[in-house]
T-cell receptor
Framework: AQSVTQPDIHITVSEGASLELRCNYS??????LFWYVQSPGQGLQLLLK??????LVQGIKGFEAEFKRSQSSFNLRKPSVHWSDAAEYFC????????????FGKGTSLLVTP | EAGVAQSPRYKIIEKRQSVAFWCNPI?????LYWYQQILGQGPKLLIQ????????DSQLPKDRFSAERLKGVDSTLKIQPAKLEDSAVYLC?????????????FGDGTRLSIL
């Protein structure tokens, strides 16, 4: 079954520091992978997506993610975190056999300290 | 363009009562999804529509949940009767065609509390 694991429930970083959020997936073929961000009381906003091609994907708000097939990973990175980046981050894989609905990880809560 | 609209934003009911949520997708979007997001977890798909037909409702608890999208535009999700474990945020999303390269756009959700 297709599944997504986000090993870190909470992460705290200082403003201006670099960020890496981990995501591992379980899927037999090349997956369609996504990162979404959710601010409190808000819906989910798409940060970036990977379907094929270049394994380093650029997204909005200065985020990027790298697809590594050998490690079954799709980690999200940002070189310098801003206080406004504090939010919940979700990694997701599209369920190809189910109309491309999304299967989400449990999320990583990011706290940014001054 | 206007985003996905959901109402109400909040709802508090007692267990065994019924409740309904409404979603209006982005204009022209053929595919509509309902997700349930329990506190501390990622969203879980409940049902997916393509126009007014159901693509996947395998995770919808059909003994108490129902959903419809009669005219292929807006949609209603109903719970009857509600249980304590139904406390969650219910998110509606839409995409243009439902294919892999079409992103899903999410509404702000309806937060349901069961007393």
């Amino acid at each position: 079954a297709q599944s997504v694991t986000q090993p870190d429930i909470h992460i705290t970083v200082s403003e201006g520091a670099s960020l890496e959020l981990r995501c591992n997936y379980s899927y037999g073929a090349t997956p369609y992978l996504f990162w979404y961000v959710q601010s409190p009381g808000q819906g989910l906003q798409l940060l970036l997506k990977y379907f094929s091609g270049d394994t380093l994907v650029q997204g909005i708000k200065g985020f990027e993610a790298e697809f590594k097939r050998s490690q079954s990973s799709f980690n999200l990175r940002k070189p310098s975190v801003h206080w406004s980046d504090a939010a919940e981050y979700f990694c997701a894989v599209a369920l190809v056999n189910s109309g491309y609905a999304l299967n989400f990880g449990k999320g990583t809560s990011l706290l940014v300290t001054p | 363009e206007a985003g996905v609209a959901q109402s109400p934003r909040y709802k508090i009911i007692e267990k065994r009562q019924s409740v309904a949520f409404w979603c209006n997708p982005i204009s022209g979007h053929a595919t509509l999804y309902w997700y349930q997001q329990i506190l501390g977890q990622g969203p879980k798909l409940l049902i997916q529509f393509q126009n007014n037909g159901v693509v996947d409702d395998s995770q919808l608890p059909k003994d108490r949940f129902s959903a419809e999208r009669l005219k292929g535009v807006d949609s209603t999700l109903k719970i009857q009767p509600a249980k304590l474990e139904d406390s969650a945020v219910y998110l509606c999303a839409s995409s243009l065609t439902g294919s892999s390269n079409q992103p899903q756009h999410f509404g702000d959700g309806t937060r349901l509390s069961i007393l």
